[in-house]
């Protein structure tokens, strides 16, 4: 319990009116975005990350980050119950019980149990990132140049192999990612890379604009390009009645799926490309064979909704262990949140713990706080957020936009980073109609350039020698884990093969 006074110094810092404001703002701005159809945490945080760049606190930022992502993740909730539409892919589960349960006129219990589950798996979640922090990151800081560049290919490698249904898509927007990363002047030699006589990309390509491309402006021409494809029907809600909109024998269903969500989301959420795909489709099967209303399943079953739910939101808090300890992202959300911590010059990573002690336990604090404002919040302004899904959709897109641009040109007060971005948001439209997987690109921006510096730097120290990469057992380990994540999607098409039938590669969904 050696963490606790560090704790309690971070709600100090947290539970000041000015932070307590922020966390509120990002609580409620993260639902307000996060509840719109077909928009994710990735595209929440990418829309609003210029927000803050003129804000001068990064403790008030961060704060304010934390909880539009954990906003963002409850709003998806909502619209996968009420509109059949997830805003991500880690809503899907959630929707296919909880729609049924509103056209059955339950749509208050779907939303209560996801609620209240998605608070119980928060704060547990919150309370073994607690535990588990300082230890990793001790771990981490044994971790040299090699165990670094091993650890990032594992990131990209795990990340590319598992999410989308082809590896050779994700290939290519790996490689798209990393060539982004390569552009600028070289940090060792002062040479230019693919500026293409330039000078707007002597300094690379602003991470933001990436983002806002791929997330806002793609993803926004992607879903307007599909509009009529959208349910337009909102489900109405029921009178309420019992003790949070659940009877007794709601909370009798519920208790146990949030726990076991929570058990499955939070290990998931710190393996590269874990997410929180894979926790909550586990949780949803698991329930589905374990309930002894087995029955209801396809109909409305509030087991399936309270386990995925569970499952999502502890899959946050188990995303942050890596990213926080070690400054590796395993999920695009993960990534756009490595981008705002890198905004305020704040690198996550081991040292983090040592330098930044206070900003990075008030981090921690206010995902407490956050999970309590959104139980307070969400369930009474449910009619509010109602309200939101029956904004007219060309509206509410072309808002979208609108917002984007002018959050590019506030960032960088350049047109040719505008049209920089909108020209990524094309690649990102066409990458989302043809399938291509988003997280890879993002990834090896993030990754790529902290790998190449790496792999040179820990030849250097080897005098050139690329044993270096496999004397140490860590080194080896992690790239065995590289090359054993390549394989496994491929496994159960070669066991089939040995056994005479067919099966199909293993694929996650991506968490975009």
Do not use: H
Request: glycine share 10%; hydrophobic share 55%; aromatic share 10%.
């Amino acid at each position: 319990m050696s963490f606790l006074p560090n704790l309690f110094d971070g709600f100090g810092a947290v539970l000041t009116p000015e932070n307590l404001l922020f966390a509120a703002i990002g609580v409620t701005i993260g639902t307000l975005v996060g509840v719109l159809p077909g928009i994710g945490p990735a595209l929440t945080i990418a829309l609003l990350l210029p927000l803050t760049f003129n804000m001068n606190d990064p403790v008030g930022a961060l704060i304010m980050f934390a909880g539009i992502y954990a906003g963002a993740m409850y709003g998806g909730s909502t619209t996968s119950i009420l509109l059949n539409t997830p805003g991500e892919s880690a809503s899907v589960a959630t929707s296919i019980e909880g729609y049924q349960m509103a056209r059955r006129g339950r749509a208050r219990a779907a939303l209560a149990t996801a609620a209240i589950g998605s608070f119980v798996a928060g704060t547990i979640s919150t309370v073994l990132l607690s535990l588990l922090a300082v230890p990793m990151a001790k771990f981490a800081v044994m971790f040299r140049a090699a165990d670094y560049f091993a650890l990032a290919v594992l990131a990209l490698v795990a990340v590319t192999a598992l999410v989308g249904r082809s590896m050779v898509r994700g290939l290519m927007s790996l490689s798209l990612g990393l060539f982004f990363g390569l552009v600028g002047i070289d940090s060792l030699t002062g040479q230019a890379r693919f500026t293409f006589g330039s000078v707007n990309l002597l300094d690379g390509v602003n991470m933001v604009v990436v983002i806002v491309g791929l997330f806002a402006i793609g993803e926004t021409l992607y879903i307007a390009s599909r509009l009529r494809d959208l349910p337009a029907t909102v489900a109405p809600l029921e009178p309420a009645r019992g003790f949070a909109w659940l009877t007794r024998s709601d909370w009798s269903r519920s208790w146990r799926p949030w726990l076991r969500g929570t058990a499955l989301g939070f290990p998931f959420g710190a393996l590269p490309s874990g997410g929180a795909e894979l926790p909550t489709f586990l949780s949803y099967t698991y329930e589905k064979k374990r309930s002894r209303n087995r029955e209801e399943f396809g109909s409305g079953a509030i087991e399936g909704v309270a386990g995925p739910e569970a499952a999502n939101n502890a899959s946050f808090s188990g995303v942050l262990v890596p990213l926080l300890t070690l400054g590796i992202p395993t999920s695009a959300t993960a990534a756009v949140m490595l981008a705002a911590f890198q905004i305020f010059n704040v690198q996550p990573g081991p040292d983090l713990f040592e330098e930044g002690s206070p900003l990075v336990w008030a981090l921690i604090a206010s995902l407490y706080v956050g999970n309590v404002l959104l139980l307070l919040l969400n369930l009474p302004l449910i009619r509010v957020w109602v309200k939101v899904l029956q904004v007219p959709r060309p509206v509410l897109y072309a808002s979208i936009l609108v917002f984007a641009t002018l959050g590019v040109y506030a960032v960088s007060g350049s047109i040719f980073q505008v049209l920089l971005a909108y020209g990524i948001g094309v690649i990102g439209f066409f990458m989302r109609r043809y399938d291509f997987p988003i997280a890879p690109v993002i990834l090896g921006l993030i990754l790529g350039p902290m790998m190449e510096e790496q792999f040179r730097r820990a030849l250097g120290l080897a005098n050139g020698d690329f044993t270096v990469f496999v004397s140490r057992p860590l080194t080896t380990v992690l790239l065995s884990l590289a090359v054993l994540a390549v394989l496994v999607p491929y496994a159960p098409r070669v066991v089939a093969r040995i056994r005479g039938g067919q099966a199909t590669k293993i694929a996650l969904a991506e968490d975009d």
